[in-house]
């Protein structure tokens, strides 16, 4: 490995560390408990070391949602793979499914975005996103696709934006109230997932 590359790795690692320690701060004390000097106490660095990888709260909280995006998109897009052969209904109640598990697995990361009372939604703006992996633009072509083989009704171009909206809320809910730890965990988002999917099906049907 290069010096560059390794340069690199050293940086993402020590944002990875400083991300978690905030994510934990968080958690316990809330958006207002979460300082620079708490962070760098945490991890045994001065705050200096901080302020050279976050300029401020808010970048921090924006790269928990970032990880979380990433992660999100990177189940998702295994779903699409492992249920390619399946009808365009089932596959999409599988993406949805997918969607969901993955915010469940990061529950002190969501619980930091929640708390933290920024309004960041998972990740940054379209413009930072490479276009294979914003899941907006994946969705809306999954969607165009099920509507050019009839197996979805026509659809508001809104519609992505809406599904995603709509996961996001049920999952950071869930995890707020603690849902996603109960053993019929499963079968709530079973549940909700063909209940968005049964919303855009021809006549109503269920996926």
């Known amino acids: 490995m290069g010096t560059k590359a390794r340069r690199e790795k050293e940086k993402e690692h020590m944002k990875g560390v ?86 469940a697995d990061n529950p002190e990361m969501g619980m930091a975005v929640i708390k933290s009372g920024t309004g960041a939604i998972f990740g940054p703006s379209d413009d930072d996103i490479p276009q294979e992996n914003n899941g907006t633009l994946i969705l809306q072509e999954f969607l165009k696709q099920g509507q050019s083989e009839r197996a979805f009704r026509k659809l508001d171009s809104n519609m992505p934006w809406m599904l995603i909206t709509a996961l996001i809320g049920f999952a950071l809910n869930a995890i707020e109230n603690g849902l996603h730890r109960n053993e019929n965990w499963a ?21």
């Open 18 to 103: 400083i991300l978690e320690a905030a994510t934990k701060i968080i958690t316990l004390e809330g958006y207002d408990g979460l300082s620079m000097r708490k962070i760098a106490d945490a991890i045994d660095y001065t705050p200096t070391t901080i302020y050279s990888y976050y300029k401020d709260k808010a970048a921090i909280v924006n790269g928990i949602s970032r990880q979380i995006y990433d992660k999100i998109i990177a189940d998702v897009k295994t779903a699409f793979e492992e249920s390619k052969g399946s009808p365009m209904d089932v596959r999409l109640k599988f993406l949805l499914k997918a969607f969901l598990y993955s915010i």
């Open 187 to 207: 079968q709530l988002v079973e549940v909700y997932a063909d209940m968005l999917v049964r919303g855009l099906l021809p006549g109503g049907d269920r996926a």
